[in-house]
């Protein structure tokens, strides 16, 4: 069995590995090829933790395995990352044991993944503004993985706590980006991506802020409760998402779906868009939006590809069980 520990998994993971990975398993999802499982995700009753696992088998890609892992508030006082995460893949032929992968670094880069797939797929060619509504650990990875996409001018961002915002004006100046700080209604207006990746349980973003043609990237909601932007925005937007079953009951679709305002044959599976059963974008002047809500496929999708390069750059290690 291998062990590819965090420290592989940044070391040998890169951006563009993760969107191929992300990119190919929302394909295989789309065509019937790779299932997620039904979510287990439990308040443990001990130190206010949320524990669960993530579990599916790409058939395509002959990955199968579970991402265990979940939520412990207490961890920033201990020097740790709240968010813990561990993936074990199987050997689809056997269901032995096949690998230990670190999965927090692993989820940032595969979050990050799914919007840039999503940037790459249904926003304009001429976008040249990219807005944030966030500033926290996921941010960083997320303006990064969205520069790749489109030949971006310059990032506006706002973010409720002010203070986190420098953080992230590093990021955008380390990609060669100009970098403002500026309101949620200025996002709306100069933007032409907006990434929403924020814990908020309120919209952030109003329908009457943004432009025609605009793409968003809703990240954040990933829970019952959550919410980032304006159900009305879902409502006149063409929707899509990574899985439609999480869409409608976890990610910022819920709210339009529960208010009956969103049914949800209209919203689509990205991996349409990539298997070009659908056309995605059809006007300059459509509003998208990605809700994208993380699916286990995607989190086995990358520490498939950590195990490879691991194997490949000598860094697995290797222990018997
Ligand atoms: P973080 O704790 O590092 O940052 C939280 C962010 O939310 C910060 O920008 C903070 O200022 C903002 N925020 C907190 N309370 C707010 C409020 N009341 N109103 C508005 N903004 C508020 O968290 P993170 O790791 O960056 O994760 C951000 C969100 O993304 C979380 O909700 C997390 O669950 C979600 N997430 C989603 C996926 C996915 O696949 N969709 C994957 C990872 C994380």
Redesign the pocket.
């Known amino acids: 069995m291998f062990v590819i520990t965090e420290a592989t998994c940044q070391q040998v993971v890169g951006q563009q590995d993760a969107f191929s990975a992300v990119e190919a398993v929302f394909a295989a999802m789309a065509s019937g090829d790779a299932n997620n499982f039904p979510v287990v995700r439990e308040a443990i009753g001990y130190a206010d933790a949320l524990y669960g696992f993530k579990s599916g088998f790409d058939k395509a890609g002959r990955v199968l395995g579970v991402k265990s892992g979940g939520y412990w508030p207490g961890n920033a006082s201990k020097g740790l990352t ?2 813990q995460s561990t993936v074990f893949l199987f050997d689809a032929d056997t269901g032995q044991l096949d690998a230990l992968v670190g999965g927090n670094y692993l ?2 880069v595969r ?1 990050a993944a ?1 919007s840039a797939v999503s940037i790459a797929h249904l926003a304009r060619e001429d976008s040249e503004v990219l807005g944030m509504i ?6 960083a990875f997320q303006l990064r993985a969205a520069a790749e996409q489109r030949a971006f001018k310059k990032v506006v961002a706002w ?3 002010p203070d ?1 915002l420098p953080a992230l004006e590093k990021v955008a100046n380390d990609v060669g980006l100009p970098f403002e700080a500026v309101t949620q209604e200025a996002v709306g207006a100069q933007a032409d991506v907006i990434i929403s ?6 919209p ?1 973003l109003m329908k009457d802020w943004i432009k025609p043609g605009t793409h968003l990237a809703c ?5 019952k409760g ?1 919410q980032e932007v304006d159900p009305a925005i879902l409502v006149s937007a063409a929707v899509f998402t990574d899985e439609v079953a999480q869409s409608i009951s976890i990610g910022e679709a819920q709210h339009a779906v529960n208010a009956g305002d969103l049914n949800e044959d209209a919203i689509t599976p990205i991996g349409a868009v990539i298997n070009k059963s659908h056309q995605g974008r059809r006007t300059a002047d459509d509003i998208t939006v990605f809700d ?3 699916v286990g496929l995607q989190d086995l999708a990358v520490a498939a590809v950590a195990k490879r390069l691991a194997i490949e750059t000598g860094l697995a290690q290797v222990i018997e069980l």
């Open positions: 709240n968010h989820t940032a979050t799914a966030g500033a926290g650990h996921q941010s973010n409720h706590h986190m990746i924020t814990s908020a349980h309120q952030l990240m954040g909601t990933d829970t959550k994208g809500t993380g």
